[in-house]
């Protein structure tokens, strides 16, 4: 099992970014963490902050991985193109946010990815990923 998570823009700050809405660790220690729960799966991570880069990095990981977990941050409540991407490509996408965007701003409730997405996690902290990882196994 071959899984690609992507992280879009500011997600690089995870750890002193608004702390009180997505908590103190750093993106990398919980990856790190993630890796060494899941010893079978091969985890690959790329984070950007530009929309463009995002799409290549879908397009480019179609047919490579088993499965793609895709935070895409703001992107996800903007990004057309983005959620084109998850169209396009074969291999199935989770959508995954640290925070219940629900229960934000009503911007935070829209998302151009979910109607191509395999499904959605949102609101547990960073154990969004963790439970996107699952869902693949
Ligand atoms: C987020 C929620 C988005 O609305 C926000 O723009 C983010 C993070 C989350 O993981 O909770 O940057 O995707």
Known sequence: MKLLII????LNLL???EPGTYGNE???SYF???????PNVELDYYQSNIEGEIINRLQAADGEFDGIVLNAAAYTHTSIGIGDAVKAISTPVVEVHISNTAAREEFRHRSFIAPNAKGVILGFGLQSYELAVRSFL
């Open 7 to 10: 992280n879009g823009p500011n």
């Open 32 to 38: 790190q963490k993630l890796q060494e729960n899941f």
């Open 26 to 28: 750093t993106f990398e």
């Open 15 to 17: 750890g002193n970014r």
